[in-house]
């Protein structure tokens, strides 16, 4: 029988206060003999405060702070960011489905601030897909899932089976295509494009005239 979880548990989760209390001691390097000394708590009350079993009062989370020499809000701080992308089973084999020959499924939508794009490639048989352009640089983790793909990377030939791993940074032509009969379905996670950045700065209309009537 599932244990059930208190609406207190449940609110305070994302704050994750039994982690961060765990990773405190740990860098203080205390054990919880010597914690409970300093607070004068239990070790089974602080125990169960780190396993996330018992939800700290503001009393007993103050004197713990103390210890440590942290404020309240080391442990209510909002997250900056949190993000979390779900690509379910049934939605890439409903994307996967149609006449292209070469299917890209995004498995994240990019955002600014984005240090990584993961996408599924599927192959079809007899067809090739570019990975990498001559004298750019290409940098890349290629996973596959599904049959064997062929890696031709500047002359060098090398067949992936399922289950395989490739890790790519290269200045040469790359490209990949689906080995034997059947179709080659790979997990690619490249770095996400450098946000460009326009560096010509517009001319003032002030700074025209200035010129003209000089």
């Known amino acids: 029988m599932a244990k059930s979880v208190t609406y207190s548990q449940w609110y305070l989760e994302p704050y994750c206060i039994g982690a961060k209390l765990r990773s405190l001691r740990t860098q203080k390097r205390l054990t919880l003999s010597r914690l409970a000394a300093e607070t004068g708590l239990s070790t089974a009350l602080l125990s169960k405060l780190e396993t996330d079993r018992m939800v700290p009062t503001l009393p007993t989370l103050a004197t713990i702070s103390r210890v440590y020499g942290v404020g309240m809000s080391y442990f209510f701080a909002e997250p900056k960011q949190h993000t979390l992308s779900i690509t379910r089973k049934a939605h890439l084999e409903a994307n996967a489905r149609g006449p292209e020959p070469v299917k890209t499924i995004p498995l994240h939508a990019v955002s600014e ?54 890790y790519l940074r290269s200045k040469m032509a790359l490209s990949m295509s689906a080995a034997g009969k059947h179709r080659c379905r790979v997990l690619m996670v490249t770095p996400a494009p450098a946000k460009s950045e326009d560096k010509a700065e517009p001319k003032s209309e002030s700074g025209s005239e200035a010129q003209a009537e000089s």
Not at 130 to 148: C, F, Q
Request: glycine fraction near 14%; charge should be negative.
């Open 113 to 166: 601030g984005d240090r990584i794009v993961a996408q599924m490639l599927e192959i079809s048989p007899g067809l090739t897909a570019s990975a990498g352009e001559s004298y750019r640089e290409t940098v890349g983790l290629i996973h596959v899932l599904e049959g064997r793909l062929q890696l031709d990377a500047g002359g060098l030939n090398e067949v992936l089976e399922a289950g395989d791993c490739a």
